[in-house]
């Protein structure tokens, strides 16, 4: 079993609508979490942390986390077609030092 | 300031041949990260340096994958010989201190590698 997991979509959404992307992990002693997203053809690129349970708002995203469940998510609000891309999760085990990812799921904001 | 810079960008070889990447961290990032993507995939990590010492290579294959990472800054991933499943994109990162304080790794754009 994959230490974290995303479905990797594609996941469409209209534009203006919220998109909903969810991860888990298997690591029950995960300390950090983080939502990097990932163009086509680019590297990875950090949006949100979050390490306390509950949400995390930053403009138009907010991060989710339930370490009960073990799961994170992250809600787009108002999503652009410029929100297309991968959006990756990534934890931090009790190690504290590494990041491992999922394999990301792809957005598809559609006009 | 400058980012995380890798080359080459794209390689191509045939198997059984030899190939190195390189990368210059952002100045002052002591940690610096490999990691390979597969298409579809996310980033796998394959060492971690802190300064010049490797601190976590347990993902990486020694029987043909080698780094190092010379007086702290600059690294050189090699891989001798490839073979056609070692096609991916190889990230460099970097970061201020571990990755457990802020997660906020900076990467390279990536070199793109194809073994015919």
């Known amino acids: 079993q994959k230490e974290v997991e995303q479905n990797s979509g594609p996941l469409s959404v209209p534009e203006g609508a919220i998109a909903s992307l969810n991860c888990t992990y298997s690591?029950?002693?995960?300390?950090?979490f983080f939502w990097y997203r990932q163009y086509s053809g680019k590297s990875p690129e950090l949006i949100m942390f979050?390490?306390?349970?509950g949400d995390k708002e930053d403009g138009r995203f907010t991060a989710q986390l339930n370490k009960a469940s073990q799961y994170v998510s992250l809600l787009i609000r108002d999503s652009q077609p410029s929100d297309s891309a991968t959006y990756l999760c990534?934890?931090?085990?009790?190690?504290?030092?590494?990041?491992?990812f999922g394999k990301g799921t792809s957005l598809l904001v559609t006009p | 300031e400058a980012g995380v810079v890798q080359s080459p960008r794209y390689k191509i070889i045939e198997k059984k041949q030899p190939v190195a990447f390189w990368c210059n961290p952002i100045?002052?990032?002591?940690?610096l990260y490999w990691y390979l993507q597969n298409l579809g995939q996310g980033p796998e990590l394959l060492i971690r340096?802190?300064?010049?010492?490797?601190?976590?290579d347990s993902q990486l294959p020694k029987d043909r994958f080698s780094a190092e990472r010379l007086k702290g800054v600059d690294s050189t991933l090699k891989i001798q010989p490839a073979e056609l499943g070692d096609s991916a994109v190889y990230l460099c990162?970097?970061?201020?201190?571990?990755?457990?304080?802020?997660?906020?790794?900076?990467f390279g754009e990536g070199s793109r590698l194809t073994v015919l």
């Open positions: 690591d029950r002693g995960s300390q950090s």
């Open positions: 990162a970097s970061s201020l201190g571990v990755a457990g304080n802020t997660g906020e790794l900076f």
């Open positions: 990534a934890v931090i085990g009790n190690s504290g030092y590494a990041l491992n």
């Open positions: 340096y802190e300064n010049e010492e490797a601190v976590d």
């Open positions: 100045s002052g990032h002591n940690t």
């Open positions: 979050i390490y306390s349970n």
